[in-house]
């Protein structure tokens, strides 16, 4: 199993319990939509099984590395190497272009290879924009360089919050079409919050979260 969530609860500071109990699991070359009303905790999940916050009990289990036993570092280093998120807020740096953009995350994780960068950006539309800041882009192109970003390092796990919320039809297909050949090509597993029930009938499965449990 490349992903085990055991019995997670999370509750935030001064909330009520967002996660109640929740276990899921994936395997290599598994791919996962997670379905849920607006506040169900879809978001929440992801962040814990990226290695982003911490839970009040259960454990997640990344590539046999339980999660809850990992200091600052070895969460740090976890987030650089093995697990991308494609945020639902892009989270892109003002500062850099789309191309900077684009290679940081492998940068950082010394895995920049500039053939599969080249074929992420124009697959996902970009090769005009390369040298555009994000306050220039649209929703939409934001959202392309995030889930570029994320793909460019090869995780062994993908996190992807809403990735094509900000997408029409035909950039939605092609962007999910990335997401899977990444799955199929290097074993990656993923896990994607949607709406849409078109992208979640092209993934293996689908979980739903409702009241703090998947139903
Ligand atoms: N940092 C935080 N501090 C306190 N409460 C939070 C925090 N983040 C989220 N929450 C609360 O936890 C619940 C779950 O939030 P979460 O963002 O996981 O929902 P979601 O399913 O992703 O919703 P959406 O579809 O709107 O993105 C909500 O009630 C939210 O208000
Ligand atoms: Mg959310």
Do not use: C
């Not at 290695?51 to 009990?57: E, K, M, N, P, V």
């Not at 994607?192 to 998947?214: C, E, F, K, Q, W």
């Amino acid at each position: 199993m490349l992903l085990e969530i055991q019995n997670i609860h999370k509750t935030y500071p001064r909330g009520r319990p967002v996660l109640n109990d929740v276990s899921l699991s994936l395997e290599r070359g598994q791919t996962l939509a997670i379905t849920g009303e607006s506040g169900s905790g879809k978001s929440t999940l992801l962040n814990l099984a990226g290695a982003l916050d911490s839970f009040d009990s259960g454990e997640i289990v990344l590539d046999g590395t339980a999660l809850s036993r990992l200091d600052d570092r070895g969460r740090a280093l976890l987030r650089r190497e093995d697990v991308s998120l494609v945020f639902q807020q892009f989270n892109l740096i003002p500062s850099l272009t789309v191309a900077q953009n684009l290679s940081f995350h492998a940068r950082l994780a010394n895995r920049v290879d500039p053939e599969w960068l080249a074929h992420l950006t124009a697959t996902l539309g970009l090769a005009d924009l390369t040298q555009r800041y994000p306050e220039h882009l649209s929703g939409g192109q934001q959202q392309r360089v995030a889930i570029g970003r994320a793909l460019a390092v090869r995780p062994k796990l993908l996190l992807a919050d809403e990735p094509t919320g900000n997408l029409d039809e035909t950039a939605s297909a092609a962007v999910l079409d990335l997401m899977l050949s990444l799955v199929a090509d290097t074993g990656a597993a993923l896990l994607l919050v949607t709406h849409s029930p078109v992208i979640a009938a092209r993934l293996d499965r689908t979980a739903h979260l409702a009241n703090g449990r998947i139903a």
